[in-house]
């Protein structure tokens, strides 16, 4: 007797199957529970520094990209195969086995109701059966033994396969997961309406990757409900790749769209400034200069030798919107003051505030005329993004493990032996079968068989 492979017998063990189940159940409780990748941010800031640090150290924050949920993961696929292997041949000799029903027994205390007695001489009848089982059972094999004539027939004989079936199911659906894990991507992009962008921003702060394409949103549409909450939120988004507009699409919540085997779905929105705010000098109505502005810079009148210096800028001055505080620095003094960018609104909703308060007044250094301009807000949508080269393995996997898992539940081997003797003038037939399991559904087809043989005139 050959000496079992201890390294092989470790691989091949059931329970060794079962750690590795539970592990990797665990590790996906573990990956529900704690916050992952980006998301673990406000998470982590909460722990002492012990904690952090050691979940850090164990990929508590990225389970699924960790060494060791992949090393789980390899090693239950290494126990498939191996129990595959270890299966197959046993798998194969029942597959082909036929049995002879004398050694098996069959034929030994067959009940009545099994046998069936025809005038017909034993030849002719088993000519008839043989006919008749072709076309209810399928191809049948005869065996003549001197005075007996055995007719064997065969069905579900590939039921024995199924377990190896969903072995091949889940070891295909664990390739595919890893397939996406490393080869696929997901991330997010923000593109503001009628701008283009061909980069993504990965998912845990793996970077940037650029798109073999550019996406254009040529209109973001933002509907609210009338409490103030978001309805609907729409971006139309236009591919444009090798210099031309190659497809145009909508994308909304739970209506994501593809293109190049890249998904987009509809994650966020938001307002994004246009730039900084520009102030503008005039003087007699008419302009003399604009200046985009920011704290603490300063630029110089064209006349008077004056020095003007930006020395606030606030985006809601006492609830009154867009302000800069300036500082004019000339011969004839200096000057502080305020220039609002609704500056016309505060005065028709407060008439007199200029005299009330100077300090408002953007005439305050004569004689020139300040006013305010912000930048254009402009909505962009906020897309995410994410390519999965695994998702068709994943299916493949899922397809086999389904037929694998009905072809173990649902069908099963099942043989039907049919003994021909030679009793007096006649012919005797003894009709019996087994089957790998469903001994109650075996029995049920022994009892049509038997009833179709008589039927079809057996029966003396």
């Known amino acids: 007797m050959a000496k079992k492979n201890p390294l092989r017998s470790f691989f091949a063990s059931v329970k060794l199957a079962v750690v590795l189940l539970i592990a990797i159940a665990a590790a996906s409780i573990l990956g529900t529970l704690i916050p992952q990748q980006e998301a673990a941010g406000p ?3 909460r722990l002492g520094p012990v904690w952090a640090s050691l979940l850090l150290n164990i990929q508590a924050f990225d389970v699924f990209h960790s060494f060791w949920f992949v090393t789980l993961m390899a090693l239950l696929a290494v126990n498939l195969i191996v129990c595959s292997l270890d299966r197959l041949p046993r798998t194969w000799r029942r597959f082909r086995s036929k049995g002879d029903p004398e050694l098996i027994g069959l034929f030994a205390d067959l009940s009545a109701d ?5 005038e017909r001489p034993r030849a002719e009848a088993a000519d008839r059966l043989t006919s008749l089982l072709k076309k209810i059972a399928g191809p049948v094999e005869r065996r003549d033994r001197g005075e007996r004539i055995f007719l064997y027939t065969n069905q579900g004989a590939f039921s024995h396969f199924g377990v190896l079936i969903v072995h091949a199911g889940v070891l295909i659906m664990m390739a595919g997961v890893m397939v996406g894990l490393f080869l696929g991507f997901e991330g997010y992009m923000n593109i503001p309406e009628g701008e283009s962008a061909a980069v993504v921003s990965l998912k845990g702060g793996r970077g940037e990757k650029a798109l073999p394409f550019s996406v254009r949103c040529d209109r973001f549409i933002l509907e609210f409900y009338e409490n103030g909450a978001p309805k609907t939120y729409r971006s139309d988004l236009t591919f444009h790749q090798n210099g031309r507009d190659v497809q145009s699409a909508a994308v909304l919540v739970n209506h994501p769209v593809t293109f190049g085997g890249i998904r987009f779905y509809q994650s966020s929105y938001g307002v994004m400034p246009g730039g900084n705010p520009v102030l503008t000098v005039s003087r007699r109505d008419s302009k003399i200069m604009e200046v985009e502005i920011t704290p603490e810079m300063a630029f110089a009148l064209p006349e008077h030798k004056a020095t003007v210096r930006i020395l606030r800028v606030e985006d809601n001055l006492m609830d009154m919107g867009p302000a800069a505080k300036l500082g004019v620095a000339a011969p004839t003094g200096n000057r502080q003051f305020w220039v609002f960018a609704a500056i016309e609104q505060i005065v028709a909703a407060n008439p007199g505030i200029l005299e009330q308060v100077p300090l408002f007044d953007p005439a305050s250094f004569a004689p020139y005329v300040f006013s305010l ?11 995410q993004a994410a390519r999965d080269p ?3 393995v994943v299916a493949l996997g899922a397809a086999l493990l389904m037929a694998g898992l009905l072809t173990v539940y649902f069908r099963s081997h099942r043989q039907f032996w049919i003994l021909l003797e030679t009793a007096g003038d006649g012919t005797r037939i003894s009709v019996t079968g087994r089957s790998n399991r469903n001994e109650a ?6 009892n049509w ?6 039927a079809d005139g057996e029966a003396g």
Do not use: D, K, Q, S
């Not at 099994?114 to 025809?118: A, C, F, G, L, N």
């Not at 559904?441 to 022994?446: A, D, S, V, Y």
């Open 114 to 118: 099994r046998i069936i007695t025809t």
């Open 390 to 392: 695994g998702v068709p």
């Open 449 to 454: 068989l038997t009833a179709a043989i008589g």
């Open 43 to 45: 998470f982590i800031a």
């Open 373 to 383: 301009r912000m930048p254009e807000r402009r909505p962009y949508t906020g897309l």
């Open 441 to 446: 559904g075996m029995n049920r087809e022994l």
